[in-house]
């Protein structure tokens, strides 16, 4: 059982939900630079002087959203049968043993949802990394799309906060397995 995004996810996860300020970024930047070109060869001041540095500055904002994306790719969790639960959310890796894990299925709204990343990658849809929690304690999060559910675990004296669809599944399978259903 697993949950990993691969890299076409991510993309669609920097562009939904909308994000005025993103889309600027992503598309009024390079619109600009063309518009700006244009009007430098309508001009007729085009030359190779100018259209070096904005063929650049082209090629980098339309490059860099979707270089960003690359590390994140295969983020999420993988449980596996000797009674581990790999998480993945660059740039944390851990793995927790099941058998010293409590988890709890809490509302989005509530006082474990992510207020702030930390260190990590956060798109519209999707963040990753370590976040400061509304109630003011540290975890790692993986995050993909907006869903009304999370799982909380604690393992170790640390947390793990997992969000995506069919997040509720995992925690019925987890305590099937015999995670320790907790009360955050």
């Known amino acids: 059982m697993s949950y ?4 076409a996810e991510v ?4 562009f939904v939900p909308p994000e005025f300020l993103l889309y600027l970024a992503v598309i009024g930047v390079p619109l600009f630079l063309i518009i700006v070109l244009l009007w ?3 001009q007729g001041g085009v030359n190779r002087r100018h259209l070096w540095p904005l063929a650049l500055a082209l090629v980098i904002a339309v490059a860099a959203p979707l270089g960003a994306s690359v590390p994140t790719t295969g983020a999420g969790w993988q449980l596996s ?4 639960l790999s998480i993945k ?3 944390v890796t851990a793995t927790l043993d099941l058998a010293e894990t409590k ?3 809490t509302e989005y709204s509530g006082p474990w949802r992510p207020v702030r990343r930390t260190n990590g990658f956060g798109v519209p849809g999707m963040t990753t990394g370590w976040c400061r929690l509304a ?6 999060v993986f995050r993909h799309q907006r869903t009304a559910r999370m799982l909380v675990l604690e393992s170790e004296g640390r947390y793990y906060v997992l969000a995506h669809p069919g997040v509720e599944e995992l925690y019925k399978h987890l305590v099937s397995r015999g995670v320790r259903p907790g009360d955050f």
């Open 4 to 7: 990993q995004v691969t890299y």
């Open 11 to 14: 993309l669609k996860a920097t």
């Open 40 to 42: 430098l060869w309508r």
């Open 81 to 84: 049968g000797d009674g581990q």
């Open 89 to 91: 959310a660059p740039p």
């Open 103 to 105: 988890a709890a299925l």
């Open 135 to 140: 109630n003011g304690e540290k975890a790692v």
